[in-house]
DNA sequence: GCCAGCATGTAAGGAGTTACATGATTAT
DNA sequence: ATAATCATGTAACTCCTTACATGCTGGC
């Protein structure tokens, strides 16, 4: 008699992007997973480690993953996952499905809106704050870029990041644009 | 004796975003500051109707906003809400304090990310969609930024807006180089 | 007569977070 | 030695959603 039948619960958004990053081939553990979510951020949000385990665990329980146990340097050990078949279709189906539309939340475009509210030296402390954080993206997401070379495995990543270069350049230069509607407000 | 002083808790963001809605000086219903919230939704989440109710009802409990019973009609009857004194000081003071960064959920680039599980023709389709909601967004906040004009009283609002048609822009054309990039993969 | 819009809520649950708790190994 | 990184989890809680439940009013 075989295993008894996996409970066929649906993975969360996060347990689905986790199947996702096994589908590259490799076993991953817990806290690789992370790691590797964390490349994600540029265009998703990076879920806490907790989950992470929270949801792998999950996707064990419905065999969607097999998790086997690695003793590293003796004595450590670790639990490691790979993507299995079912798993594999999961995720396939899930991203073939309809996308839900983008979601956005903007801290600076709400403080300008309500920027009534607001002195206006502390909006432009905030839309500088902004500009400052879409620098430091860029500079990360540029690294990870020079990383993927022109490596043919890694083509569609390396797509999506000149996406995402684009898209923290469109969000500087919109930053500057709104800085001086704020300071030359007529 | 005065009144019991309120309790105080801290409003959630949405509970803020209420209360800056309030700002603007009108006393609004749940239904109203629903509709109102929804223009957000270019550049913020737009909560559920539940939620606008459940969050209002905190706000008053805390003082930070003075319900009132109106009677329309002869018999029926609305609650409108208008903020305090110290409604507006506890907006002023979350929106000054340091943005937390944008959030960002991109279910297209997540798409181009895990393209190797896809059939380039349902990407394409995805991508194809994204541009349609581009689309439908840029007409929607095109309308708002018309019904604005260039009242002074909506300046600020008015510069959000077009902050949002150069993004929606962006966005689209982002869409279009992407399509570009997969459907001519060599 | 019926449907769209106005109007208000409750109940249950989903998806995620932070804080806490623990401990081994590696590099400085 | 001590700090950073590797490694794994639990508990409590927050924020928000969907589904449900109800009823009035105005226009076609």
């Known amino acids: 008699m075989p295993d008894a039948p996996p409970p066929s619960i649906t993975p969360t958004p996060t347990g689905f ?22 490349n994600l951020r540029f265009f998703w949000s990076a879920p806490a480690m907790s ?38 279709r999961a995720v396939r189906d899930w991203l073939a499905a309809p996308p839900d539309p983008p979601v956005l939340r903007h801290p600076v475009a709400l403080r300008v809106f309500f ?18 954080w879409c620098d430091d993206m860029l500079d990360q997401l ?31 230069a919109a930053a500057d644009g709104i800085e001086k509607t704020i300071t030359a407000p007529e």
């Open 51 to 88: 989950q992470v385990y929270r949801e792998v665990e999950r996707l064990a329980a419905a065999g969607l993953v097999a998790q086997r146990q690695v003793v590293r340097d003796g004595s450590r050990s670790t639990k490691v996952y790979r993507l299995t078949p079912e798993g594999e």
């Open 17 to 38: 992007t986790l199947l996702g990053l096994l589908s590259f081939g490799r076993e991953l553990s817990g806290y690789e997973l992370k790691r590797w979510a964390d």
């Open 115 to 132: 920027g009534h509210l607001l002195d206006p030296a502390v909006l432009r402390v905030a839309i500088e704050a902004h500009r400052a």
């Open 142 to 172: 540029g690294a990870v870029r020079e990383g993927l070379g022109d490596d043919e495995r890694w083509r569609n990543v390396a797509v999506v990041a000149d996406w995402g270069l684009d898209y923290y350049r469109g969000e500087r």
